[in-house]
């Protein structure tokens, strides 16, 4: 049912937790569909310096978060903005069909929690503005 | 790695005494049960005995006893075959059946008949008084099942068939749970068609029954031969049919010991789990259930998740029924019991059975608890936020 890499990071997810006095904070999904998903992140010098995750979720929801947060961390906000549902999927060597729309949120947790981290942190002209 | 399999509501192995009935009609007693030759005669010989011990078993006739290819066909049957038969158009069911007979009732509806789906209470239990209600002149079909494969939970079957006499509709039940596990008496239950599966028992799959009691309108629906009087044509699965026969011999005589020693097993499963983890709820009937099944529920965790990662240390179990572990909807039959998608979510169906020792039971109580303690922590949804 699942690849090998899914297996391997829903045994050992990576980059669980939450950060405190996070940067920006992403939540997505929720309890009555079977996932939930929040993203904290710290930024530094426009960069995701660290990022933890914290999953409610069937397998495939724990592997794509902990991969998610594995591909973001080190990026640019503009990079990491730029990790998508389909990138999340390939990473992990493909996901079962019914597994791609509900439990595949994390790249979305990633980009509300940078969009968050936007609104919080007005950039002069010039810079990034949040949307 | 130790295998310990607690999911014998999904399927349960073949008894080494059943294949051992078995084999020699696959090799020299090969013949079709329909052949005039003496190879033909013996596998015809060992179909009759069959149907002989089934029907004892269920206290019906062997001519009322139809062997099918298993309990999706035996349901179908029994739901198109008596809406092609009948003289209105329109079925009763329950909320919480298998899909073998939701989903034949839906095909019904699409074709024109009006469908009734009765509910349930939060044990599960559907109530005769609403059966009563629900009863109409047009009414051909009362489809409600023995026990439920999810949560376990035992109709009360005797007074939903007695109420569906009343009206002159007909009554059926899917005992594929509950055949095994408790008496299975058509006389004392009062039903017209019953199903039954082998492979629920400790016999081979692909193998079942249709019990229909005599006098009963209903129509084949697998046209062919002259085969099972012409009620259900095709080549007898001689070797199925036989050691479907011995298992239900062999479960018959075990079962009130063995229904005792699962109750014990079982409870012993759900206090020290209740015991160890916080928020756990039961799902399903906390007396009027099968002995051997046991749904929890562990809050703010996921099915599958727990499901996996008890695999990974070799437990087999399910979440809610291994049909819907392929989808993301929360199981239809503990949403009809009214319990919220996000706890359904998070249940987990253990299912003991002929080889779980005490033993087996202890090992899950070691290694369960920490499996949903990790979860949890990974969760971000907590007691305190839902509450
Ligand atoms: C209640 C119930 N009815 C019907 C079936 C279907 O039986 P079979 O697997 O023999 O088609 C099952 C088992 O999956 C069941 O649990």
């Known amino acids: 049912m699942y690849s090998d890499k899914v297996m391997e990071h829903f045994t050992d997810p990576q980059n669980v937790g939450e950060i405190e006095n996070p940067d920006g904070v992403g939540q997505v999904g929720n309890p009555t569909c079977g ?25 495939a929801a724990i592997a794509t978060s902990s991969i998610t947060t594995e591909m973001a961390k080190g ?56 949307d | 790695m130790r295998t310990v399999y607690m999911d014998h509501s999904a399927t349960t192995p073949v008894r080494p005494e059943v294949v051992e009935a078995m084999l020699p009609y696959f090799t020299e007693q090969f013949g079709n049960a329909s052949s005039v030759h003496h190879l033909g005669q013996r596998a015809r010989a060992a179909v009759d005995e069959a149907r002989d011990i089934v029907a004892a078993h269920l206290n019906a006739r ?23 038969a009948g003289r209105g158009r329109h079925v009763i069911t329950s909320a919480v059946e298998h899909h073998a007979v939701l989903n034949t009732c839906k095909a019904l509806e699409k074709e024109g008949f009006e469908v009734t789906v009765l509910p349930v209470d939060e044990n599960g239990l559907v109530d005769p008084q609403e059966l009563r209600g629900a ?15 999810e949560v376990g939970t035992i109709q009360p079957i005797r007074e939903l068939a007695e109420v569906t006499a009343e009206s002159g509709a007909v009554f059926h039940t899917d005992a594929v749970q509950a055949a095994g596990k408790m008496p299975v008496d058509v006389e004392e239950l009062g039903v017209d068609l019953l199903s039954l599966s082998a492979h629920k028992f400790y016999g081979p799959k692909g193998v079942g029954v249709l019990y229909i009691r005599a006098g009963t309108r209903i129509r084949p629906m697998q046209v062919g031969g002259h085969h099972e009087h012409g009620r259900r044509a095709g080549t007898e699965n001689v070797p199925g049919i036989v050691g479907m026969a011995r298992a239900l011999e062999l479960a018959c005589a075990e079962m ?20 160890r983890l916080e928020d756990v709820q039961l799902n399903g009937h906390p007396e009027q259930r099968l002995p051997h099944l ?24 399910s979440t809610g029924s291994a049909c819907t572990s392929g989808t993301l909807e929360p199981s239809h039959v503990l949403t009809a019991m009214g319990v919220r998608p996000e706890l359904a979510h998070g249940s987990l169906r253990f299912s003991l059975g002929r080889m779980n020792t005490e033993d087996d039971v202890e090992y899950v109580l070691e290694k369960f608890p920490p499996i949903v303690r990790r979860l949890r922590e990974m969760s971000p949804t907590t007691r305190e936020a839902s509450a």
């Open chain 2, 256 to 275: 009130d010991e063995e229904a005792q020693r699962l109750k014990r097993l079982r409870e012993h499963l759900q206090k020290g789990l209740t015991g």
């Open chain 2, 62 to 84: 062997p001519e009322e006893i139809v062997f099918t290819s298993g309990g999706t066909e035996s349901d179908n049957h029994a739901i198109r075959g008596v809406a092609a």
């Open chain 1, 35 to 59: 996932d939930v998903m929040r993203i904290t992140i710290k930024v530094e010098d426009g960069h995701i310096a660290d990022i933890k995750f914290k999953t409610l979720g069937c397998a």
């Open chain 2, 294 to 317: 046991l749904n929890l529920t562990f809050a703010y965790v996921e099915g599958e998740s727990m499901l996996l990662s008890l695999d990974a240390v070799g437990v087999c179990v």
């Open chain 2, 135 to 149: 009863l109409r002149p047009g009414t051909v079909l009362v489809s409600i099942m023995m026990a439920n494969n």
């Open chain 1, 75 to 130: 990026k640019s906000l503009e990079e990491a903005m730029e990790i998508t549902r389909k990138r999340v999927a390939e990473e992990l060597g493909g996901l079962p069909p019914q597994k791609m729309h509900c439990s595949n949120l994390a790249a979305e947790g990633l980009h509300k929690a940078i969009e968050d981290y936007r609104a919080k942190h007005p950039q002069p002209a010039g810079g990034q503005t949040s």
